[in-house]
Nanobody, 120 residues
Framework: QVQLVESGGGLVQAGGSLRLSCAAS????????MGWFRQAPGKEREFVAA???????NYADSVKGRFTISRDNAKNTVVLQMNSLKFEDMAVYYC??????????????WGQGTQVTVST
């Protein structure tokens, strides 16, 4: 079992930056791919970024060049650095652990989510 806790969400102006963190506890973390997903009101949860245990990354087209995912296996953390935030980035962001990929079904463990609000 892996427990995931996100932090770092908040209110930011469009064009600003936020850094989301996800702390993992429980069984070993390093064998899992880690992903970030988001869900805006009235919309389905969507893939944002993922990183394999070896450090290979993948991003949704909508965030490429603006968001960066990284992980520290020694500290059991994964970080999503979000720059040049847009109004459409506003959502609840979820950290997830699993075999990986761009679909929710590739992840077994989920955090509770953290709200990102972007003001114009």
């Amino acid at each position: 079992q892996v427990q995931l806790v996100e932090s770092g969400g908040g209110l930011v102006q469009a064009g600003g930056s936020l850094r989301l963190s996800c702390a993992a506890s429980g069984r070993t973390f390093s064998g899992y791919a880690m992903g970030w997903f988001r869900q805006a009101p009235g919309k389905e949860r969507e893939f944002v970024a993922a990183i394999t245990w070896a450090g290979y990354t993948n991003y949704a087209d909508s965030v490429k060049g603006r968001f960066t995912i990284s992980r520290d296996n020694a500290k059991n953390t994964v970080v999503l650095q979000m720059n040049s935030l847009k109004f459409e980035d506003m959502a609840v962001y979820y950290c997830a652990a699993g075999v990986g990929g761009t679909y929710s079904r590739g992840y077994n463990y989920w955090g509770q989510g953290t709200q990102v609000t972007v003001s114009t």
